[in-house]
């Protein structure tokens, strides 16, 4: 694969030329790297407006056939994912890329066994486990499309996903060993299932620390007891490019979350061609990615951008302050890791919790490392670079998103240049631009506005399951003939992103995209509260937090109780990660004569600024605000 690899920056700057001037030519020449039964008809059909955008249709594959088979004949003692546990005692597992063949074709059978078909939904709610990428690649193996929700999420947020998709069979282990917690996966599993739904068929559960759950035998069927005696020959089922390969829900500003739709064919070439070039990765090198598989960058950058690469993945099972804040640090030097790919927010508490903790071990084998999710801000970039790259290693500070399936603003390590939290220039095949709030395109350099996309690259998303028009209102409509990002960001006198943030009612907590509308649906349920309002504002570690103003019916009591009950309720309807860390308890909200919340001036308060709430003369009851800020709480 080494040839879709760029190695200069001259090679860079003519690439990306081409891929301006001729996308199709320059994508071609990428797929045809690939394993393909038949060639597509066409590389490229695209339109902004419907929206529809198809690339490489007709081309018939299957993805494992080239995250695995394809690397087998030179590369099958090659470990492809190696596995470190929650706990430093437990033995690491290796997984060659024959062997993780030969697990995913006998889960390939095991899930044919159970009557999957091509098109069916499977939802996964598992830890980090390497069963987890073995039944994820068997899915694919199928053609049934797998969608993984986080196993931090509450019963009510996995019973709604797996409902909005009619996932036939549910996934999960018993239990989840993060740090020194012993979550009880099966019992959410089991609790989601109770709420209705019912187009689950069964639910196969791996047996991962050998505790007891509670067992129907019309729909439970233990991992152990059908998938090992399978044979491990499994035909893939050949695909369509644009046949779905998976679904994925994420936040957005209104409403419930939405399924994320990727296809098969143009996600498998932009996340193989950008892992390759983004970490500079070469044989023989370990890469470690620390997100968790129930989100994009886990999907992309732990499963299948490595594996398409012939890559060793490594899958670490714990968190990062477990048994100890040197646990990362540890693990890399352990496994001599090259690649490390993990986001600000744990940059940021591993910083805080032990400023010199890394120069107890040896990263010396580092070569590149990269950050993801949010804004990385100076200090923390600056501690990275000097405690952890000693100033030899490349940040690559990579911005995408869900929608986006693969990096699409990035540096180059040792290629392009690096500028403390800018995640600096398109990567071929991306075209950025800024827009004003009008849609009028920003011109030249040194300025600020709203990220857009002009151009289709391979694995942007196709629609929103279930829900096309949804797809179209939130990205397409905004802006004509644009996909909008939801960001704002700047671009400086060289034309490098710096990534300002969410200009959407989105909150990015330690990572984790939050919908305000998700939390405040959630505070709602409370039997005392009457309305609520959700912000963020800036967090010392998180990067943003929650901000809760809180409208009672007066009968809540003991108000600690209270915020303790409303931290419950969310924690139930959403998951822990979505808690507020601060709920203000108020008599009114500050509402436009159309009834509309004025969220800048919450926005402000939260962030402790109390002057500088622009224009209010549209505000119903400006009375509202002197009360809001005598309550404000002093957050951080
Ligand atoms: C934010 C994660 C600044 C951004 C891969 C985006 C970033 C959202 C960066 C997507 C970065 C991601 N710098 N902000 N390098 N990377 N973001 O869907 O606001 O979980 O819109 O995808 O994270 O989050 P998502």
Redesign the pocket.
């Known amino acids: 694969m080494k040839s879709i690899q760029i190695s200069s920056l001259a090679e860079y700057k003519e690439l990306y030329q081409k891929s301006v001037d001729d996308p199709q030519g320059f994508w071609e020449e990428v797929a045809s790297h690939f394993t393909w039964r038949q060639k597509w008809s066409h590389v490229l059909k695209s339109d902004f407006i419907t929206p529809d955008v198809r690339w490489f249709e007709g081309g018939k594959f299957n993805i494992t056939e080239n995250c695995l088979d394809r690397h087998i004949e030179k590369n099958g003692d090659t470990p492809a994912i190696l596995w470190e546990g929650n706990n430093p005692e437990t033995p690491s597992v290796v997984l060659t890329y024959k062997q993780l063949l030969s697990e995913v074709n006998k889960c390939a059978n095991a899930l044919k066994s159970l009557g999957i078909k091509k098109g069916d939904r499977i939802c996964f709610y598992m830890p980090m486990i390497p069963q987890v990428a073995v039944a994820i690649l068997a899915c694919a193996r199928i053609g049934a499309i797998h969608s993984v929700v986080f196993a931090g999420f509450s019963a009510n947020a996995l019973a709604d996903r797996i409902k909005d998709s009619e996932c036939k069979l549910v996934i999960c282990s018993d239990y989840n060993r993060r740090g020194n917690k012993n979550i009880p996966v099966k019992e959410v599993v089991d609790e989601a299932i109770a709420m209705g739904c019912d187009s689950v068929e069964k639910v196969l559960v791996y047996n991962a620390t050998g505790q007891s759950v509670n067992w129907n035998n019309d729909k439970d069927i233990w991992w152990e007891n059908i998938v090992p005696q399978q044979n491990d020959v499994c035909e893939p089922e050949i695909m369509d490019a644009e046949d779905v390969l998976f679904i994925l829900y994420?936040s957005g500003s209104t409403g419930k979350p939405k399924g994320v739709v990727h296809t098969c064919g143009g996600y498998m070439v932009y996340t193989c061609y950008t892992f390759l070039n983004v970490f500079q990765y070469k044989p023989g090198d370990v890469y470690w990615c620390t997100a968790d598989v129930g989100?994009?960058?886990g999907h992309s950058y732990i499963i299948y951008g490595p594996l398409l690469s012939g890559a060793t993945s490594l899958m670490f099972e714990g968190v990062p302050t477990y048994p100890d804040s040197g646990r990362f640090w540890q693990v890399c030097e352990k496994h001599k890791v090259n690649q490390f790919y993990t986001a600000p927010t744990a940059i940021r508490a591993l910083m805080a919790s032990g400023y010199d903790e890394p120069d107890k071990y040896d990263l010396s084998s580092l070569k590149v490392i990269g950050?993801?999710?949010?804004?990385?801000n100076e200090e923390a970039w600056n501690w990275y670079y000097e405690k952890i790259g000693h100033k030899n290693c490349p940040i690559v500070?990579?911005?995408?998103?869900?929608?986006t399936g693969g990096i699409l603003i990035s540096p180059l390590p040792g290629i392009t240049d690096m500028k403390p939290c800018f995640?600096s220039y398109p990567l071929p095949g991306v075209q950025p631009c800024l827009v004003d709030t009008n849609g009028v395109e920003l011109e030249g350099n040194n300025v600020e506005g709203l990220l857009c996309m002009k151009f289709p690259w391979p694995s942007i998303l196709r629609t929103t399951y279930g829900d096309h028009e949804r797809c179209r209102t939130t990205y397409f409509s905004t802006f004509n003939n644009k996909y909008f990002?939801?960001?704002g960001a700047r671009r400086d006198e060289d034309g490098r992103y710096r990534?300002i943030?969410?200009v959407d009612d989105v909150i990015?907590v330690s990572?984790h995209?939050i919908g305000t509308a998700e939390v405040e649906d959630a505070i709602n349920q409370h039997e005392h509260v009457i309305e609520s309002a959700v912000v963020g504002f800036p967090h010392n570690i998180k990067g943003q937090g929650i901000y809760a103003y809180v409208i009672t019916n007066g009968a809540i009591g003991e108000e600690n109780a209270f915020r303790k009950q409303v931290l419950d309720v969310v924690t139930k309807e959403i998951g822990p990660i979505a808690k507020p860390d601060a709920i203000q308890i108020v008599t009114q909200l500050p509402k436009t004569r159309s009834g509309k919340i004025m969220r800048r001036i919450l926005r402000k308060i939260a962030e402790g600024e109390f002057d500088n709430f622009g224009d209010t003369s549209t505000l119903l009851n400006p009375e509202c605000v002197e009360d809001l800020k005598n309550g404000a709480l002093t957050l951080n």
């Open positions: 994420t989100w994009i960058t950050s993801v999710g949010e804004p990385i500070d990579t911005w995408w998103q869900t929608e995640a990002t939801g960001d990534i943030g969410r990015n990572g995209r």
